[in-house]
């Protein structure tokens, strides 16, 4: 089965970092963009940053541009996303999404089950 | 404030046929392909419609998306009680460069 798998979430207190990570099996990982989109309680989806299938372009959403780094490492099918410098806001259930092709302005496929960060003091 | 609009929230009986709408603006639906999709509680985000109008394999044919200019429309037909869920479209928005979902729409099934 087509999958991928989240985990590194944890509380973290403000300005602190978290590295997220995402482990996919079961489809041709170099062959896909794939994307973190979080949820933060109470509120909708929000896209966070994405990544091409080569990991050659990365693109961020303006909340966490300079804070957050995307990279993968097709050798190991995983996705990666470094967070510094976190705020309360910050605070969400961060999801990996596989893109339906390698586009990265494509729709997102498949969703892990998300992992949890939490900013707080 | 979501840069796409959506209603908060939608109901309808079942068998019933409901529609859920998404409106944007030209740097976003007007020029790039929507998706739409179902998130159940407590699980997952699910894609139900891809590039306006498609669906992955194993959606129903009871989902179906539709775009017009600058608008989009999510129709679900023969109701069940377990689409009840919250609804997301999203697209590019090229003024962003990047991706923007709308603020979701909680389906009840009465």
């Known amino acids: 089965e087509v999958q991928v798998l989240e985990s590194g979430g944890g509380l973290v207190q403000p300005g602190g970092s978290l590295r997220l990570s995402c482990a996919a099996s079961e489809f041709s990982f170099s062959d896909f963009a794939m994307s973190w989109v979080r949820r933060a309680p109470g509120k909708g989806l929000e896209w966070v940053a994405a990544?091409?299938?080569?990991?050659?372009?990365?693109y961020y959403a303006d909340s966490v541009k300079g804070r957050f780094s995307i990279s993968r490492d097709n050798s190991k099918d995983t996705l990666y996303l470094e967070m510094k410098s976190l705020r309360a806001e910050d605070t969400a259930l961060y999801y990996c999404?596989?893109?339906?092709?390698?586009?990265?302005?494509?729709?997102?496929?498949?969703w892990g089950q998300g992992t949890m960060v939490t900013v707080s003091s | 404030q979501s840069v796409l609009t959506q209603p908060p929230s939608a109901s309808g009986t079942p068998g019933q046929r409901v529609t859920i709408s998404c409106s944007g603006g030209t740097s976003n639906i007007g020029s790039n392909s929507v998706s739409w999709y179902q998130q159940l509680p407590r699980t997952a985000p699910k894609l139900l419609i891809y590039?306006?109008?498609q669906r992955p394999s194993g959606v129903p044919d009871r989902f179906s998306g539709s775009k017009s200019g600058t608008s989009a429309s999510l129709a679900i037909s023969g109701l069940r009680s377990e689409d009840e869920a919250d609804y997301y479209c999203?697209?590019?928005?090229?003024?962003?460069?990047?991706?923007?979902f709308g603020g979701g729409t909680k389906l009840t099934v009465l």
């Open positions: 999404a596989k893109c339906i092709s390698g586009w990265y302005r494509d729709a997102f496929h498949i």
């Open positions: 999203a697209t590019w928005d090229d003024s962003l460069s990047g991706p923007v």
């Open positions: 590039r306006n109008n």
């Open positions: 990544i091409a299938s080569s990991g050659g372009s990365t």
